[in-house]
Structures are given as structure tokens and as C-alpha cells.
């Protein structure tokens, strides 16, 4: 399977920190989406960047892609315990009709 | 807004025994998924739609079959469950294009004895 590859696979930090995921595929995308998804329950989409573009904000979120190194990495600022949750990236290949290839997941945990 | 519901929520069953998981959204979306969701393995596509009517394969389809006779449902079919298919269950919508962001159920949550 042409899986993402998240890591670390768990992160634990003090709330107001700065949080980075990172995210590497192994052929070309189309674009990366990252996902949010809180215990219990199903993915909320984040983000998404293109192959063409190299950076991205949104609120307290950027997301950044390097295609020559086949990765992309996830900051959340000023982490607050409400961003506790597990992280995917999603990979869109082209050809692939709409489908998505997710990663295992980062588990991250901000403490209060 | 109810984006994506999915029913039921929990089931146990029996190994051999059949059910369907049904999702329906009301995002008048073309594409629609199922997912699976297991421990350490992030989530693998079951079967897909681009259309009402319409159905393929994704990358773990043996053991289950899927319906889209309506734009707004779509059916995942488990003819005789297997322990090996006790997992969390995601279906998911999306517009047309490849830059369109899928939304996703809450999950049904099924186990095989």
C-alpha cells in the first residue's frame, strides 16, 4: 500500500506549546490532507495543500510540503488540551478517482 | 446538520451471521466510502462510489459488498461476518475533484464472536 508514514507516532506536551507532526509518501500526490480525529469519533478534515504549493495556514495551524523530499509536517501553535486528539495525513494520487491513502496516525495528548 | 449519519452505532455478532451498515449524507455529495479502522493500521478503503448506481473496489474489499442505489445512501454488506472483520467501520462523502475533502461518519463499531 502507498501508505503516509506519520511521525511520531505519540507526542505529549504542555498546553500552550507548539506541536509538529510530520508526514512522508512515497510517490508523487496530486495533494496532502491532514485529519483530526477525537476519541470516540469520526475524522474532521484540517487542511489540505497542493503539490504545488509549499506552505499553508489556517487559524493556528500550517501545514508545509517539501515534494523533493516526499514530506509534509503539521505545527499547531499555542496548544490548547482541546487539540488533544490523533492526526492523519492523507495522500491523493493521481488517477486514483477521488481516493485517499491515510497514514497510521499521530496520538497527541497536551496536558493542562 | 447532519453531514454523514451512520447506523448502528454498535453491533455484535456471530461469526456467520449477515448484517448491513447503512450511511446516508445529506451533502448531495457524488463520491462516497467505506473505511475500516483498526489498531495501528490508520484506515483502509473497503469499497467506493463515484455515482449513484456505481461501485468499485479499494484495497481490502474481500468478505464485503456495497450498494448505492440512491445519491444519498450507500451500503456496506457483511454476507458471513468473520472474526477478522471486527473493526471500526468509517463512511465517508465527497464532492467531485480531486481537491475536495471527504467527511466523515462517527463510525459503527462492530465485533465478531
Known amino acids: 500500500s502507498q501508505q503516509g508514514e506519520e511521525d511520531p507516532q505519540a507526542l505529549s506536551i504542555q498546553e500552550g506549546e507548539n506541536a509538529t507532526m510530520n508526514c512522508s509518501y512515497k510517490?508523487?500526490?496530486?495533494?496532502l490532507q491532514w485529519y483530526r480525529q477525537n476519541s470516540g469519533r469520526g475524522l474532521v478534515h484540517l487542511i489540505l495543500?497542493?503539490?504545488?504549493?509549499r506552505e499553508k495556514h489556517s487559524g493556528r495551524l500550517r501545514v508545509t510540503l517539501d515534494t523533493s523530499k516526499k514530506s509534509s509536517s503539521l505545527l499547531i501553535t499555542a496548544s490548547r488540551a482541546a487539540d488533544t486528539a490523533s492526526y492523519f495525513c492523507?495522500?491523493?494520487?493521481?488517477?486514483?478517482?477521488?481516493?485517499?491513502?491515510f497514514g497510521k496516525g499521530t496520538k497527541l495528548s497536551v496536558k493542562p | 446538520n447532519a453531514g454523514v449519519t451512520q447506523t448502528p452505532k454498535f453491533r455484535v455478532l456471530k461469526t456467520g451471521q449477515s448484517m448491513t451498515l447503512l450511511c446516508a449524507q445529506d451533502m448531495n455529495h457524488e463520491y462516497m466510502y467505506w473505511y475500516r479502522q483498526d489498531p495501528g493500521m490508520g484506515l483502509r478503503l473497503i469499497h467506493y462510489s463515484v455515482g449513484e448506481g456505481t461501485t468499485a473496489k479499494g484495497e481490502v474489499p474481500d468478505g464485503y459488498n456495497v450498494s448505492r442505489l440512491k445519491k444519498q445512501n450507500f451500503l456496506l454488506g457483511l454476507e458471513s461476518a468473520a472474526p477478522s472483520q471486527t473493526s471500526v467501520y468509517f463512511c465517508a462523502s465527497s464532492g467531485q475533484g480531486s481537491n475536495q475533502p471527504q467527511h466523515f461518519g462517527d463510525g459503527t463499531r462492530l465485533s465478531i464472536l
Open positions: 495543500i497542493r503539490s504545488n504549493e
Open positions: 492523507a495522500t491523493r494520487y493521481g488517477g486514483s478517482q477521488g481516493n485517499l491513502i
Open positions: 510517490t508523487s500526490i496530486n495533494n
